[in-house]
C-alpha cells in the first residue's frame, strides 16, 4: 500500500471499531454462493465479536458452503436466510456487516431482511452502480477481504482465537490462490506468516481447499472441459458447464471452484470465461484474467462486477444469445487494450 492507502485504511478501522463496540446483537452476511475470502472473514470477525460479548451470527442469501464448514466452530453461529430464526435475529440487530462485497444485489434475499439497519461494509471490490449504504472499511489495494478483518482485529489488540487466525489465513489464500495471483501484496504475506507462526497449518489448508477433490467436481470438469473453445486472435477462450452433466451428477456452485481457471491457462490466452445456465433464462457467467484486460469493465456492461482480474454476471437470455454477447464485448475490450498490436 502507498502511505496514502494506508492512512485511509487506518482511518477507516479506527471508525468501524468504534461501531463495533458496545453491540449486543451483530449479523454478517457476504455474497451469493460465499467463497473463502467471504467464509473466512466472517467467520474471524465473528470469533472476535463473540470475545467481546457480542452475540454474533451468520445469515447470508445462499447456504454456508460444506466445504467451508470447517471454519465453524459451531454451526448454530450460521443461520439460513430463509428461516425465521433469520428473521427474528435481523429484527432484533444493532448492526450489520457485510463483508467481500458493497453491492445491494450481491446479497439476495438478506437485504430486506437488513434494510434500515445501522450497517458496516468491509471488502476489497471496487465500489458499483448500486452501493450499500453505510459506514465502510473498503480497500482496492487490499489482497483480500480477510485482509481488512485481519487489520481490524490487530487494531483492537485482540484477542486472536485460533477461529480468527484460521479465517483469516482461508480468507487470505483464497484470494489469493495461494499467494500465485496478481493481487498478493507483501502485507498478505506478512499476515500469513504470523498465521503460521501461531499455529496454522498451510498443508492441512491447501489440501482442504485445493488439494482435495470429489469424484463429483472431477466428472463435472471433464464434461466442461470438452466444451472448451478458443478466440486466439483475440487471446480469449470459454467453456461451458453442461446443465445436464450438472443436474445429473448433483454438483453444487462449490464444485466449480476454478473452473473458469482452465480456459485462461492456454499459453497465448489473456481471458477465460466460463458459462453456466442457472434457470431457464438466466445465465452466470464467469470472467478471469492473466492481468493484461480490465474483465470488470465487460462484466459491468451486463450489471455485474467484481475485480480488474476476476469478475462476474448474472445475465438473462438464451446460452447462445449470453454466449455471443459476452464474448463480443471482451472482443471489444481486447482490442481497446492495444495488446494485438
Same mark, same amino acid.
Not at 143 to 158: M, N, P, W
Not at 231 to 248: F, L, P, Q
Not at 294 to 310: D, E, I, L, Q, S
Given at each position: 500500500m502507498t502511505t496514502k492507502n494506508n492512512e485511509l485504511r487506518s482511518e477507516s478501522v479506527e471508525q468501524v471499531l468504534n461501531e463495533l463496540q458496545g453491540k449486543d446483537l451483530v449479523v454478517l452476511t457476504t455474497h451469493k454462493n460465499a467463497d473463502g475470502d467471504g467464509c473466512g472473514s466472517q467467520v474471524a470477525l465473528a470469533s472476535w465479536l463473540r470475545s467481546q460479548g457480542t452475540e454474533t451470527f451468520i445469515v447470508n442469501p445462499t447456504p454456508f458452503p460444506e466445504n467451508f464448514k470447517f471454519l465453524l466452530p459451531d454451526e448454530s453461529w450460521v443461520a439460513e436466510a430463509d428461516s425465521p430464526g433469520a428473521r427474528e435475529l435481523c429484527d432484533g440487530a444493532d448492526l450489520v456487516v457485510v463483508l467481500d462485497t458493497g453491492e445491494n444485489p450481491r446479497i439476495g434475499k438478506v437485504e430486506p431482511l437488513v434494510r434500515g439497519?445501522?450497517?458496516?461494509?468491509? %471488502? &476489497? &471490490?471496487?465500489? *458499483?452502480? =448500486?452501493?450499500?449504504? *453505510?459506514? @465502510?472499511?473498503? %480497500?482496492?489495494?487490499?489482497?483480500? #477481504?480477510?485482509?481488512? !478483518?485481519?487489520?481490524?482485529?490487530?487494531?483492537?489488540? +485482540?484477542? $486472536?482465537s485460533k477461529t480468527s487466525d484460521l479465517g483469516v489465513y482461508v480468507a487470505v489464500v483464497s484470494d489469493t490462490g495461494f499467494f500465485k495471483f496478481g493481487n498478493t501484496n507483501p502485507h498478505s504475506l506478512r499476515i500469513a506468516a504470523e498465521l503460521v507462526d501461531r499455529g496454522v497449518d498451510p498443508g492441512k489448508v491447501y489440501r482442504r481447499l485445493f488439494g482435495s477433490y470429489s469424484k463429483t467436481r472431477l466428472q463435472l470438469l471433464q464434461s466442461s472441459l470438452a466444451s472448451l473453445d478458443l %478466440?486466439?486472435?483475440?487471446? #480469449?477462450? $470459454?467453456? !461451458? /458447464?453442461?446443465?445436464?452433466?450438472?443436474?445429473?451428477l448433483g454438483a453444487t456452485p462449490e464444485s466449480l471452484e476454478g473452473f473458469?481457471?482452465?480456459?485462461?491457462?492456454?499459453? +497465448?490466452?489473456?481471458? +477465460?470465461?466460463?458459462?453456466?445456465? /442457472?434457470?431457464? =433464462?438466466?445465465?452466470? /457467467?464467469?470472467?478471469?484474467?492473466? *492481468?493484461?484486460?480490465?474483465?470488470?469493465?465487460?462484466?459491468?456492461?451486463?450489471?455485474?462486477?467484481? &475485480?480488474?482480474?476476476? @469478475?462476474?454476471?448474472?445475465?438473462k437470455g438464451s446460452m447462445e444469445e449470453v454466449k455471443q454477447s459476452v464474448i463480443e464485448a471482451v472482443r471489444e475490450v481486447v482490442e481497446v487494450s492495444g495488446i494485438l498490436k
Open positions: 439497519l445501522p450497517t458496516v461494509v468491509i %471488502d &476489497h &471490490h471496487p465500489i *458499483g452502480q =448500486n452501493p450499500i449504504r *453505510g459506514l @465502510s472499511l473498503r %480497500d482496492t489495494t487490499a489482497s483480500s #477481504t480477510g485482509e481488512l !478483518v485481519y487489520d481490524l482485529i490487530e487494531k483492537a489488540g +485482540g484477542p $486472536w %478466440d486466439e486472435a483475440y487471446k #480469449t477462450a $470459454w467453456m !461451458v /458447464v453442461s446443465e445436464k452433466a450438472y443436474d445429473t473458469v481457471d482452465y480456459p485462461r491457462f492456454i499459453i +497465448g490466452i489473456e481471458v +477465460g470465461i466460463l458459462f453456466r445456465k /442457472v434457470s431457464r =433464462n438466466a445465465i452466470k /457467467v464467469s470472467l478471469r484474467s492473466n *492481468g493484461l484486460i480490465n474483465v470488470n469493465t465487460v462484466a459491468r456492461k451486463f450489471g455485474g462486477g467484481g &475485480h480488474n482480474a476476476a @469478475s462476474g454476471a448474472l445475465i
